[in-house]
């Protein structure tokens, strides 16, 4: 049982530590009375980052301090664990720093306790989300960051099955470490599904009519306020199919197709008219052969609410499209 008296003398113990770590005695108390705490003090978690300033992990796991600090970041709520909050702050410095420590990243995860659940928050919300969206271009050491995190964060129940499988699939950003995390098969038989509805230039039907000798000057389409999202058609799904896998493309031009993936509230990006979050991985890039082409994601998606069609010049005629998922 915790000791209210040892709670309440743990911040000086472990200033006492920090001062002299080299005095035996002085980092045994400490390590005593912080066994002895169940649930340290605010005032005294906020001393891990001290800790770990004055006992780098580069010296070794076992030291005196980088011990404390561990005990400590395991006993500490989310508020004021240090391990967790590290955990963020590295997923920032890899996006505009030439590298990441990925090995203090994984410890700091490793040992963050009551945090766990907050850091990996942080790792969906700055890479694996980011990696799931077009055109965000995630930097190789936040790349870095995820294939090395996210198996923990995983084995914790703490990561989107939806956001990781879109981060995987997306044709910008994906990893061979990704790939095979998001690779589980999804339940249901998949087959072609027609959209349940349509949006976008006209005639848009006659994308999925089954005859290639119509099709959409999709090329042409206005630039709307909602481009980014709908791109010059898009093909909705209601309610959102259980799996998407493969696409199929028949069309005269070059190309790119968006899925809106649906992830949970916060999560990427938000569409203010229709009230939801989403990212939007590149799921295809066709050429336009005036033939059929076919694009196998490498990973099949979950929650699809759309897919959207971005032509690349003006002349873009899409004659059929076809996704092959299920409900």
């Not at 690779?183 to 005639?203: R, S, V, Y």
């Not at 909602?226 to 031009?253: N, S």
Request: aromatic share 2%; net charge negative.
């Amino acid at each position: 049982m915790a000791s209210v008296t040892e709670c309440r003398t743990l911040e000086r113990a472990l200033e006492g530590a920090l001062r002299t770590p080299q005095d035996a005695k002085v980092v045994a108390e400490a390590r005593q009375q912080l066994e002895a705490c169940a649930q340290p003090p605010p005032r005294a978690c906020v001393l891990g980052a001290a800790l770990d300033a004055r006992s780098p992990l580069s010296h070794g796991e076992a030291t005196p301090l980088r011990a404390l600090q561990g005990t400590l970041c395991e006993r500490c709520l989310t508020a004021a664990n240090t391990c967790a909050q590290a955990v963020g702050q590295a997923l920032l410095a890899a996006a505009v720093n030439p590298q990441a420590d990925t090995a203090l990243a994984k410890w700091n995860l490793d040992h963050a306790g009551p945090g766990t659940q907050a850091a990996c928050v942080s790792l969906v919300q700055l890479g694996i989300a980011p990696a799931a969206q077009s055109g965000l271009g995630v930097r190789p050491p936040v790349l870095a960051l995820v294939d090395t995190l996210a198996p923990r964060c995983a084995q914790e129940g703490h990561l989107d099955d939806t956001v990781l499988r879109a981060a995987a699939a997306n044709l910008e950003a994906p990893s061979a470490a990704l790939v095979a995390m998001a690779a589980a098969p999804l339940d249901g038989k998949p087959g072609p599904i027609k959209p349940d509805h349509l949006e976008g230039t006209e005639p848009r039907h006659q994308a999925f009519d089954r005859d290639v000798k119509t099709g959409v000057p999709v090329g042409k389409a206005l630039r709307s306020e909602r481009w980014d999202a709908d791109g010059a058609l898009r093909a909705g799904y209601a309610p959102t199919l259980k799996q998407l896998g493969v696409v199929r493309v028949h069309a005269t031009g070059p190309g790119t197709l968006r899925a809106i993936v649906r992830t949970p509230k916060g999560v990427g990006l938000r569409d203010p008219e229709k009230d939801f979050s989403f990212v939007n991985p590149t799921i295809c890039r066709f050429q336009g052969t005036g033939d059929w082409e076919e694009c196998q994601l490498q990973v099949a998606l979950r929650d699809v609410d759309a897919v959207s069609v971005f032509p690349e010049r003006e002349d873009v005629v899409l004659n059929e499209l076809e996704l092959i998922g299920a409900r």
